[in-house]
């Protein structure tokens, strides 16, 4: 009996660099219906690689320092052991790009990537100017995938236990990176947005992790028909309320892109601090608001692109 191929892909980063890479791993599924698959990922997203459709082992990769000689070579070992045929780095960093050259000696599997000597790789030197989907497209068809779907999220949805959400919300994202602050729209302003929301029958529902609480408490004090669901949702969770969502309005940040990919309409505020024609999620019922400070996005401009009346 012939042996199924041995595939490796690899996709390490931030929520939404993931999300965005959803449509490639259906893609490369899709493309090598009979291989096994491997992820080998971030260890925050072992358990959604695990959960999704798309792969058949998933690996985490901790970061490894330049200097810690015995961890490189048991990752080296690891790689090596499985045999791949061929491996898609999809993260196309230094990082991953070295891990083509950690399969030395002998023969080294196909590799579609930016490696030096990748046998497939994203032979664009303007790919670093391309939005992001828009690479990963052009960087899988030069290795022979032509059809790559939008980024889902579908399977990942977890209903929350204990929490039935109101008929009618908004999922509000008032947090981004810590170390960013200028990618944050002014929590007074979402605050005034929730007001909105509740004079047309939505309820504000505010997510984020743990260190967004107090974003969250100032919002529910203006509001106090908003709920506060900061640090209590998984991934799982967010993908099932983005599905059942009338709207999310939020900041460049993960979550954003999550919601985006189960199904729901968006606004999504920039600030010059990034560029949405490089990262920004896609879709039908996404709209992009762009500001060079946040601070002078109105209320009203916002508001115009809720989805209800």
Known sequence: MTARPRILVIKLGALGD???ATGCFAAIRAHHRDAEI??????TYVSLGAMSPYFDHVI???HVGPFR???????RQTLRAQHFDRVYDLQTSDRSSFYFHLMRPGK??????????ASHPHANPRRDFMHALDAKTEQLRMAGIDHVPPPDVSWAGQAMKSFAPPERFLLLVPGAAPHRPKKRWPVE???????????????????GNAPETSLAQAIVA??????????RTTIGNLAWLGSLAQGAVGNDTGPMHLLVAAGSPATVLYSSESDPALTAPRGTRVTILRKPELADLSVAEVAATLPFG
Do not use: M
């Not at 000689?69 to 990752?75: D, F, T």
């Not at 080294?108 to 000597?117: D, F, M, N, T, Y």
């Not at 947005?193 to 997510?207: D, F, H, N, P, Q």
């Open 18 to 20: 993931f999300v965005q």
């Open 38 to 43: 491997t992820l080998l990922t971030s260890p």
């Open 60 to 62: 985490g990769d901790e």
């Open 69 to 75: 000689l015995l961890a490189w070579w048991r990752r």
């Open 108 to 117: 080294r599997p196909e590799w579609s990537g930016i490696a030096r000597g």
């Open 189 to 207: 302003r979402y605050a005034a947005l929730g007001k909105i929301a509740a004079e047309r029958g939505v309820t504000s529902i505010v997510i």
């Open 222 to 231: 203006a509001v106090p028909a908003a709920i506060d669901l900061t640090a």
